[in-house]
C-alpha cells in the first residue's frame, strides 16, 4: 500500500520553525492608515478515507471518500462529486483572475490531510497542481494563506493525547511533501476540525503547547466556546484574544485567538457576509489606539448548494469593489502582524478560556495530578447536567458518548502503537511503522462518529482490525 507522507525524522524536522516576524504584511499593499475594518473568510475542505472500494470491508483498499462518490454518481447525493472536486481547486482560478485584473483578492484555505491524499491519488493531481500555483508563486503569497490542522480531521478531545501530535505532525509533514517547506513556513494559524476546543483543562493545556510546539501562532475559535476568565460571555468577538490554557499542575500555556462568530456557515462565507458586516463598523479603542475590528467566518468550501454555487459570483463581485483602504479584506496572519506592527501587544489581547472552565477553577483547592478530574467529579455531584461537549460549531454533537463499539478500539489501537514505537526512534522510518501510523490517524476522522452508527463506525472499526494487524 501506498502511504502519503505523513511522517519525517526529527532531523528533517529540526531547524524550520524559525521564521520572520512579517510574512504577510512586508508584501501587503493594504495601507493600514486608512483601513476602517477588515474582513477574513476561510474555506475548509475534506473528504475522509475509506475502505469501501468493494463490497467486503475486509478486502478493500483504502480509498477517498470522493472517489468512492465518482464511482457511484447513482447513489444519494453522490452526483454532486465531480462539483465537489471542482471546488476543491477552483479558488487559484478565482484568485488568479482577480490579482490579473488589479483587484486585492484574500482567502484562508483548510484542507485535511486526508483530502490532499486523495487529489493526489484521483484527478491525476490536476486539483493539487492548480493549489500549488497559488501556493508556490510569490505573486499570490499575499492572496491566500494556508491554515494547518489536524491530518485526518481528528477531534481533539475524542483524539488519545499522545495521538495529538502526531496528527499535527502529520499534516505539516504532508503539506511540505506537497508545496514545500518554504510554503510550510508561512503556514502560522490552526483550523480545528469541527471548530472543537477541548474544555477539560490537562487536555485543552496539552493541545495548546503542542500547538506552539509545532510553530503555530494563532489559533481560530468558535464564539461560544470560549469565555472571560469570570465566567462571562465574549464582548468583543472582532478582536484578537489571548486563549489562557491551565492544568492540573498549574503550568500554563496561551495562545492568540482570532474568533469565528457564530451563524449559518456555509450561507454565511458563499454570500460574503463577513465583508458587509464589516462595513458596517469602524475602528475601535483597543488598548488606548483605535485599531480597525476583523470580521471572520469559515465554512466548507464544497458542501451545499449555497456554496456551490453562490459563492463564485458573490467572491468575485465583493472584490470587484473591495480595495486597499476603507474596508478591506486580510487573511488571519496578515491582520495581525499589521496589528502588531501599530502596537497592539499580544500580551495586551483579553485573556479568555474554554467555556465552562470557570467552574472547574472554582472547585479546585490545589495543584496536583488528578486535581482537574476532582474538581469536574464535584461539579458532577451537584450537577449531573454539567459536561465537557459543548466546545465545538454546534452543542448537538457528541463525540465520544454513545460510541463506544468505535472509540474503544480507537483507544487500544493508540496503546498499542505508543507501546510498539514509542521508544524505538530507528523504527519510525520503517513502512511498518508508517502503515500503522496511517490506519492510527485513520481511525480518528470525526467522520466515523459524525454521522452516526452504522457504515461510517464499520469503516472505523475494520480501519482500526487492520491497525492492530499491522502492528504485529
Excluded at 483543562?201 to 475559535?221: A, Q
Excluded at 490554557?245 to 457576509?273: F, H, P, W, Y
Aim: aromatic share 10%; hydrophobic share 35%; proline share 6%.
Amino acid at each position: 500500500m501506498q502511504t502519503p507522507a505523513i511522517c519525517q525524522n526529527e532531523q528533517k524536522r529540526s531547524g524550520r520553525l524559525k521564521r520572520p516576524k512579517e510574512q504577510y504584511a512586508n508584501l501587503s499593499d493594504i495601507d493600514f492608515d486608512r483601513v476602517q475594518s477588515s474582513f477574513g473568510i476561510a474555506l475548509h475542505m475534506h473528504q475522509p478515507t475509506i475502505p469501501a472500494a468493494t463490497d467486503d470491508l475486509r478486502r478493500s483498499p483504502l480509498i477517498s471518500n470522493l472517489q468512492y462518490m465518482m464511482e457511484h454518481q447513482s447513489i444519494g447525493d453522490n452526483h454532486n462529486a465531480p462539483v465537489f472536486l471542482w471546488c476543491y481547486s477552483r479558488i487559484s482560478d478565482f484568485i488568479k483572475e482577480l490579482v490579473s485584473q488589479g483587484k486585492n483578492p484574500r482567502v484562508m484555505l483548510d484542507y485535511s490531510g486526508n483530502l490532499l491524499w486523495g487529489l493526489e491519488q484521483i484527478d491525476r493531481g490536476n486539483a493539487i497542481g492548480k493549489l500549488s500555483d497559488i501556493t508556490t508563486n510569490k505573486r499570490y503569497y499575499e492572496n491566500v494563506e494556508w491554515l494547518g490542522t489536524m491530518w485526518s480531521h481528528a477531534v481533539v478531545t475524542s483524539t488519545p493525547v499522545p495521538d495529538i501530535e502526531l496528527q499535527m505532525h502529520a499534516w505539516r509533514d504532508h503539506f511540505a511533501s506537497i508545496f514545500g517547506h518554504e510554503a510550510l513556513g508561512r503556514v502560522k494559524g490552526f483550523s480545528p476540525p469541527e471548530m472543537h476546543l477541548p474544555i477539560h483543562p490537562d487536555v485543552c493545556f496539552e493541545y495548546i503547547k503542542t500547538l506552539k510546539e509545532c510553530g503555530y501562532e494563532w489559533l481560530m475559535v468558535q464564539e461560544h466556546t470560549i469565555e472571560n476568565l469570570d465566567g462571562s460571555g465574549i464582548k468583543r468577538p472582532h478582536f484578537p484574544h489571548r486563549l489562557i490554557a491551565r492544568n492540573s499542575l498549574g503550568e500554563k500555556e496561551e495562545i492568540t485567538v482570532l474568533i469565528k462568530t457564530q451563524g449559518s456557515d456555509t450561507k454565511l462565507v458563499a454570500q460574503m457576509q463577513p465583508y458587509y458586516e464589516a462595513k458596517s463598523r469602524g475602528r475601535e479603542d483597543l488598548h488606548g489606539r483605535p485599531l480597525p475590528p476583523f470580521v471572520l467566518q469559515i465554512g466548507d468550501g464544497e458542501n451545499g448548494g449555497v456554496m456551490m454555487n453562490e459563492f463564485p459570483p458573490c467572491y468575485k463581485q465583493a472584490f470587484q469593489e473591495i480595495g486597499i483602504a476603507g474596508t478591506v479584506a486580510m487573511n488571519g496572519s496578515e491582520y495581525l502582524e499589521f496589528m502588531r506592527r501599530y502596537g497592539a501587544d499580544e500580551k495586551q489581547y483579553t485573556p479568555v478560556q474554554p467555556i465552562s472552565q470557570h467552574r472547574i477553577w472554582s472547585k479546585m483547592t490545589s495543584h496536583g495530578p488528578g486535581a482537574c478530574d476532582e474538581a469536574i467529579k464535584k461539579i458532577h455531584d451537584q450537577d449531573p447536567n454539567f459536561n465537557l461537549d459543548k466546545g465545538s460549531w454546534t452543542n448537538d454533537k457528541n463525540w465520544v458518548k454513545g460510541y463506544e463499539n468505535v472509540m474503544d478500539p480507537i483507544k487500544s489501537l493508540s496503546v498499542m502503537f505508543h507501546k510498539k514505537f514509542d521508544k524505538k526512534i530507528a523504527d519510525r522510518e520503517s513502512p511498518r511503522y508508517k502503515k500503522a501510523l496511517l490506519y492510527l490517524l485513520l481511525s480518528q476522522s470525526s467522520d466515523f462518529r459524525y454521522w452516526g452508527q452504522g457504515i461510517w463506525t464499520d469503516y472505523a472499526s475494520e480501519i482500526c482490525r487492520r491497525g492492530m494487524e499491522a502492528l504485529g
